[in-house]
């Protein structure tokens, strides 16, 4: 109870001040992330408040921001085109479910196996899709459309040096979008790409047939956005943990996630996780608790229901400035450096994993591509095994498993043997499996079949208990 008293109220002031500061820059992400979906504003900012308030109350981080977000709007796009919405509130329902199994099967720990190229192709891909969905917006648009895109751009960069305490991009939207309501300028707004709702979301349950065919629909779908869900979401949690020195519940976050989403769904919002960009704002702010997630979500619907009106009049140019810099600002800009000093093993992971995200425009699949060829890249590796002679003894070094086998054989079979016995020592050596296993047995009946007697030495305890559980001896006796 200490604890929870503690997160909620340990730091009022500055949580309430952080989230507000949150709040209003959320609107315009939360649009912009919405139509990059092809879905209606509410159906984003809908989003954003249910997750934000809920996640307050079951995440595993405090002081993080969950919302609806670019990544998962990459991944619904092709859904919400063939289908239309209420399979898309299905899905988010469904992702939920997913989140909450994986987060219940303690998922966080796998965390630990995305190599650091995976992530940085994660980030910079995630950055170019939501880039390439602004083009629309502004290719082939007339001049105002191109000033007020880059007049966006410039005030976001140049207000920061004149005024610190409201977000840049929020500053950017009001003042461009009162310039374009009282000049006239023909401009597509937010209106024109679909309505918004002064009233809060109402519960009910998407309007789909209940059929096996309908799960095989949205079941991909909803595969995807776990994954990405939960990889932005863990990632981020990690770098708050790193920036405040404090530790974060991962699992219970990705349940939490889970949670989120399923009501989410119930109450007409997209899929959604947390917010890298937003979550370190709000740290940097003050925050550490939970209320700040909970005033920017309370915060964010307050500001629609009174100022609803004035929100389907912002110019699109201008929320395509405020994307593209986010996407400036997210892409990881030192990874060229990283191109030219990693192991080019690892740089191919990277350029992979962005390469299949663009292709797929699926964040999932490329993550999982990534980690799939870094993988085999390891197992290569660790496959090479090496055995030198001294006298009647040979040492092996290396880690002998399914993948290494095969050329420890070789060697015992490629040597002529005149002495009647020889010893095997395995102190650098590790025996991992059954292959490992079957290799020694055959390396020892071949040189038996020579009227060679094998003796295998230094095996360690671990490996000579497999040996036991799968010959019946240790292979040493």
Not at 129 to 137: D, G, S, Y
Not at 192 to 219: A, K, N
Not at 378 to 401: A, P
Request: net charge neutral; aromatic share 10%.
């Amino acid at each position: 109870m200490d604890n929870l008293r503690e997160q909620w109220f340990g730091n009022i002031r500055a949580d309430v001040l952080a989230g507000l500061v949150v709040a209003l820059a959320l609107i315009p992400e939360a649009i912009a992330f919405s139509i990059l979906a092809g879905v209606d504003p509410m159906v984003g900012l809908y989003a954003s408040f249910v997750i934000a308030v809920t996640i307050s109350f079951v995440g595993g981080r405090p002081a993080m921001i969950s919302a609806a977000t670019g990544a998962m709007a990459l991944v619904i796009v092709s859904l919400v085109k063939d289908h239309g919405l209420q399979y898309l509130l299905a899905a988010t329902i469904l992702t939920g479910i997913i989140q909450i199994i994986f987060g219940a099967l303690k998922i966080a720990r796998l965390m630990k196996f995305i190599p650091n190229a995976v992530m940085i192709g994660f980030v910079n891909s995630l950055a170019i899709l939501v880039f390439i969905a602004q083009t629309p917006h502004f290719i082939g648009g007339n001049l105002m459309t191109w000033l007020f895109l880059l007049g966006t751009i410039a005030l976001i960069y140049l207000i920061p040096l004149f005024i610190k305490g409201i977000p840049a991009p929020l500053i950017a939207v009001v003042i461009l979008t009162i310039v374009a309501i009282y000049s006239g300028f023909n401009l597509n707004t937010v209106g024109d790409m679909g309505t918004i709702t002064q009233s809060l979301p109402s519960f009910f349950i998407p309007d789909i047939p209940f059929t096996f065919e309908t799960l095989m629909i949205i079941l991909p779908y909803s595969l995807a956005l776990a994954v990405v869900g939960l990889v932005e979401s863990l990632l981020t949690a990690s770098i708050l943990d790193d920036m405040t020195t404090s530790e974060s519940d991962k699992n219970k976050e990705a349940r939490g996630q889970g949670i989120a989403n399923v009501i989410n769904g119930f109450f007409g919002g997209m899929a959604g996780c947390a917010m890298i960009g937003q979550s370190v704002i709000n740290v940097k702010s003050g925050a550490r608790g939970r209320l700040s997630t909970f005033v920017a979500g309370v915060f964010l619907m307050f500001l629609i229901l009174v100022l609803g009106d004035y929100v389907v009049q912002i110019p699109m140019p201008v929320l395509a400035g405020v994307m593209v810099v986010v996407c400036i600002t997210q892409f990881d800009w030192h990874s060229f450096k990283y191109a030219t000093t990693a192991p080019k093993k690892d740089v191919f992971v990277m350029l992979l994993t962005i390469g299949v995200v663009l292709y797929t425009h699926n964040l999932a699949l490329g993550v999982v591509a990534g980690i799939v060829v870094s993988a085999l890249f390891f197992v290569n590796e660790i496959s090479r095994v090496s055995v030198s002679q001294q006298g009647t003894t040979y040492f092996v070094k290396g880690q002998l498993f399914f993948a290494s086998t095969e050329s420890f054989m070789n060697y015992f079979k490629s040597i002529s043997m005149e002495q009647p016995s020889i010893q095997i020592d395995f102190t650098q050596c590790k025996v991992w499996d059954d292959s490992a296993i079957g290799a020694l047995m055959k390396v020892k009946d071949q040189l038996k079949a020579n009227n060679i007697t094998v003796t295998f030495l230094n095996i360690d305890e671990s490996s000579k208990q497999l040996m036991k559980k799968l010959t019946g001896s240790t292979l040493t006796d």
